[in-house]
């Protein structure tokens, strides 16, 4: 198990709500990254915060947007919700900008987009 | 898109048996991860094996690369019943911020 924790662990929404998912990262690690994870395929990468600011982006429209917090905490708010937002939504925290090391995953938040 | 390719998409072994996973990617890379992934839930890391590296162990566990033909294995061996698991292979393009994941493979262990 890693230290890092995701809420809520399931969420069910209606197209054009508006959603908020939370991410507390490992002790120590000032870095998350968010991942998408549709049915059968391999997480997608959205975004990642480093120590508070944008550290890069997917291809991911500006109504998936981002937060980090002064403990390196961080949310992810989706907008104008559409059916194909239903997915796993995964964060992960590490040490250090960019992904040349190890990234620990939260369990994730698995969102229904009715 | 997706980076990586797994290799192949799913996998049916008995328990005991050896199971090998094959990856390829496209870029040039600083490093190479393998993680496991149980019933849809959090990815687990397994071992990383940097650009420089051939080859790794872990515990049951031994992973290739080979960066001339961008390709790297994940071998299991003596598996067991909770390896059963999907296992995804992730790769940094060099200098990137994010890690490229591929579709993963099924692995399957019968007892």
């Known amino acids: 198990e890693t230290g890092v924790t995701q809420s809520p662990t399931h969420l069910i929404k209606t197209r054009g709500q508006q959603v908020t998912l939370r991410c507390s990262s490992q002790?120590?690690?000032?870095?998350v990254s968010w991942y998408q994870q549709a049915l059968g395929q391999g997480p997608q990468f959205i975004f990642q915060?480093?120590?508070?600011?944008?550290?890069g982006r997917g291809n991911f429209p500006p109504r998936f947007s981002g937060l980090q917090f002064p403990n390196y905490s961080s949310e992810l708010n989706v907008n104008a919700l559409e059916l194909d937002d239903s997915a796993l939504y995964l964060c992960?925290?590490?040490?250090?900008?960019?992904?040349?090391?190890?990234?620990?995953f939260g369990p994730g938040t698995r969102l229904l987009v009715l | 898109s997706q980076q990586g390719e797994e290799d192949p998409q799913a996998l049916s072994i008995q328990e005991g048996e050896n199971a090998t996973m094959n990856c390829s990617y496209k870029?040039?890379?600083?490093?190479l991860q393998w993680y496991r992934q149980n019933s849809g839930r959090g990815l687990v890391h397994l071992i990383l094996?940097?650009?420089?590296?051939r080859e790794k162990h872990s515990g049951r566990l031994r992973v290739t690369l080979d960066t001339s033909k961008k390709s790297s294995s994940l071998l299991i061996t003596a598996s067991r019943a909770a390896d059963t698991a999907s296992y995804f292979c992730?790769?940094?393009?060099?200098?990137?911020?994010?890690?490229?994941f591929g579709a993963g493979t099924i692995l399957r262990v019968k007892s």
């Open positions: 992960a925290s590490s040490l250090g900008r960019g992904a040349v090391g190890t990234q620990y």
């Open positions: 002790s120590g690690h000032n870095t």
């Open positions: 915060y480093y120590r508070e600011e944008e550290n």
């Open positions: 870029t040039s890379i600083n490093n």
């Open positions: 094996i940097r650009s420089n590296e």
């Open positions: 992730a790769t940094d393009a060099f200098g990137g911020n994010k890690l490229v």
